[in-house]
């Protein structure tokens, strides 16, 4: 029987390194930036067109190559970084592998132009799936010039696989940013087709993150800095009133490279417990300095996941930390004392009080209003006795509180559900009160509980149902059910509201842009990152136009996904969720009624689209097992 163990071609080698190392574009930008970083580079260009797809090129203006090294750096583990398994544990670089640029080659077409500072002409070396073409003499700047074209082209399967170009033109934002924020010392741009996304200038770390992520976000920082003998951590975080529910800008760094570390964010979590709602994440940027003998970075070809040597040390040092810069600042929530609106709380002053002749014992109200204080001297009888101010004319006291309720249903019946409508809601559903037989009213068939929860009495028992949730499951289901049979109509606003976002958000939304109109949307693209939103789909009432759309990008963004149905169901949720009533909200009975009309006739009641239980029935048998 012949031998059947041999050994795989480089190519072969090299693409089964590849799939490991190069994911996606975004990938590939991230290796080559990380290269330039190594040869000192202090000026790094990135041209992208059609997301990577069909060109990715770097230019940097670092230490260059001879040709010797330009042709042996695509070779597998050839490198610069390290010679020896010792120098894996005092890494000062981002690279150390040498399967970058083998992997890229292996993938895609890839022409380099390089050159030295005391050479006089430097080298263009062109591979192709792991193949040198060719290798000779070039006439080009200082440092190196990399240029992938067609990205998986002898790689099908994995080109395929590749998402809508807005959708990876959004994850190379996102490496971009991570890159930039760890290099403030760098200059950086970016362009893609053609349009400058970023220019980044040399700058400081809060710099370079304003330049980043919008100027809204100075004001939200707070600074955070301590040295210890384990470990230095510098950088900031946002004031706990900037906490976001979604789409939080959470950045850890060590060393000058980026790190994903859930113990480390857990940290910085338990620092916000008590500060912020359950639901929702603070912003931070946070640079660790420590010994490089002290982690390893060697777990990941990605090179992302970090082990420490002293964790719980770090761990502690980092939450004390951010305390204390939380403190410092004031960042906790305070009693504010000096509002416009305050109401003046009298101080009690015994020398005037005996001035005016006031009896200063046990039925005498310090607080009382000064207008309910006499004028004159001590021989006042409503100073002697407070309690002669209560003479009140109950016959207008109960007519004023008629006219009261009857104003407060016109309101409930002007600000009515956009699900509904009141206007045929008849003036018997809302009985007035009979203050006179007030222990013969009728128990209604439904109640509210604490302004969230509906009751209603079932066959089984007690049906619980949470308005807000059920809400958002109606809505949804009726927006579902308009855009598919056609196109929703538009609203116009009165003031059109403009929404600056960041590059990552408007490329994202020019590629969702054609959606958003179908489902009745009117956006405008002012230019530099900003928009303007002229008109609402006319199912939206009461909406706030820039919530509605920051909810909508943020959810369709964290997905990652492209076009499609799943998309199109995401932006339907975010529309209801912005449209449907909040908790807290109190509803009359038809209100109620309306709700749990609706709800029940749909095909799946109890759970929103997003999977949380909309209502819960307690039995018969439970509450009998209460009173057990």
């Known amino acids: 029987m012949s031998d059947i163990i041999r050994l795989l071609p480089d190519s072969v080698a090299n693409q089964i390194a590849a799939g490991e190392v190069i994911q996606r574009p975004a990938a590939v930008i991230k290796e080559l930036v990380e290269n330039a970083v190594d040869a000192g580079a202090t000026i790094i260009k990135i041209i992208i067109k059609d997301a990577g797809r069909t060109l990715i090129q770097v230019v940097d203006n670092g230490c260059g190559m001879s040709p010797t090294d330009a042709r042996l750096a695509f070779e597998r583990h050839a490198t610069s970084k390290i010679s020896e398994a010792a120098d894996l544990f005092a890494l000062h670089t981002m690279g150390f592998r040498g399967e970058a640029l083998a992997s890229i080659c292996a993938i895609a077409r890839v022409e380099l132009r390089t050159m030295r500072k005391d050479d006089s002409i430097g080298t263009c070396v062109i591979i192709e ?17 990399f240029m992938i074209k067609n990205l998986f082209f002898n790689v099908p399967a994995r080109r395929k696989f590749l998402k809508s170009d807005h959708v990876e033109m959004n994850h190379i934002l996102r490496e971009f940013e991570r890159m930039a924020l760890v290099n403030p010392d760098i200059e950086f741009q970016l362009v893609h087709n053609d349009v400058v996304l970023h220019q980044l200038l040399r700058s400081s770390f809060k710099q370079r993150i304003v330049d980043l992520f919008g100027k809204s976000i100075d004001k939200q920082l707070v600074p955070v800095d301590t040295v210890t003998s384990l470990v230095k ?15 939080a800008l959470q950045y850890l760094m060590v060393n000058g490279r980026n790190m994903r ?180 009213t009728t128990v ?21 149902v949470d308005q807000y949730r059920a809400h958002v499951r109606i809505l949804y289901d009726r927006y579902i059910d308009l855009a598919r049979l056609q196109a929703l109509s538009t609203q116009r606003v009165i003031f059109p509201e403009v929404l600056e976002l960041s590059p990552s958000q408007s490329v994202f ?47 369709v963004m964290d997905t990652g996904e492209a076009l499609g149905e799943s998309m199109h169901e995401r932006i339907a949720l975010s529309m209801a969720k912005a449209a449907a009533i909040k908790p807290g909200q109190q509803l009359t009975s038809a209100e109620m009624d309306h709700i749990l009309s609706d709800l029940f006739k749909l095909a ?6 997003d999977g949380k239980l909309v209502l819960s029935t307690i039995t018969t048998d439970d509450i009998a097992r209460l009173f057990a």
């Open 129 to 145: 799936g792991s193949k040198v073409e060719s290798q000779e003499p070039d006439v080009c700047a200082l440092g190196c010039n």
């Open 604 to 609: 799946t009641p109890n759970y929103t689209p």
């Open 444 to 464: 209604p068939a439904v109640m509210q509980l604490k302004g969230r929860y509906i009751l209603s009495p079932s066959k089984s028992g007690l049906t619980v």
């Open 233 to 247: 951590i510098s950088g900031f975080v946002s004031r706990p009133e900037n906490a976001r529910k979604r789409g």
């Open 261 to 440: 570390h859930p113990y480390f964010h857990k940290a910085i979590m338990h620092c916000y417990e008590q500060l912020i709602p359950a639901d929702e994440q603070p912003c931070y940027f946070i640079n660790f300095s420590v010994d490089p003998e002290t982690i390893d970075v060697n777990i990941h070809p990605t090179k992302s996941e970090i082990k420490f040597e002293n964790e719980q040390p770090i761990w502690q040092i980092l939450v004390a930390a951010v305390k204390e810069g939380l403190g410092r600042f004031n960042a906790v929530p305070s009693i504010e004392f000096d509002l416009d609106d305050a109401p003046e709380i009298p101080v009690f002053n015994p020398d005037a009080a005996a001035s005016h002749g006031l009896d200063l014992d046990a039925s005498y109200n310090p607080f009382a209003s000064a207008q309910a204080r006499p004028a004159g001297g001590g021989d006042s009888q409503l100073s002697r006795h407070p309690s002669a101010t209560m003479n009140q004319d109950w016959e207008k006291l109960y007519q004023d509180f008629e006219r009261k309720r009857g104003e407060e249903l016109s309101n409930v019946k002007a600000s009515a559900l956009n699900s509904m409508t009141l206007d045929d809601i008849e003036e018997e559903n809302c009985p007035a009160m009979d203050l006179s037989a007030s222990f013969e």
């Open 509 to 555: 939304l020019e590629g969702i842009v054609d959606e958003l109109s179908r489902l009745g949307f009117d956006l405008s693209f002012l230019g530099d990152n900003s928009w303007t939103v002229n008109g609402l789909p006319s199912v939206l009432n009461d909406v706030n136009p820039r919530e509605l759309m920051m909810s909508m990008l943020e959810s």
